[in-house]
């Protein structure tokens, strides 16, 4: 599963972890989180979250 990172503060939302500030089980994807989840940090919405790019080998 993808990682995605807030363009404000640069959370980083990971589905191994979750979110458990808002209630988010860890394997949850984050495109099955809910639509008005927003960062746990500085409550960006989900729709301004980016993948994380993974740095090439």
Known sequence: MERYKCPVCGHIY???????????A???A?????EDWKCP???TK???FQPELS???
């Open 26 to 28: 860890p394997g949850i």
């Open 55 to 57: 740095a090439a080998v």
């Open 46 to 48: 989900k729709a301004k």
């Open 30 to 34: 984050f495109e099955d989180l809910p």
């Open 14 to 24: 990971d589905p191994a972890e979750g979110d458990p500030k808002s209630g988010i």
């Open 41 to 43: 940090v500085c409550r």
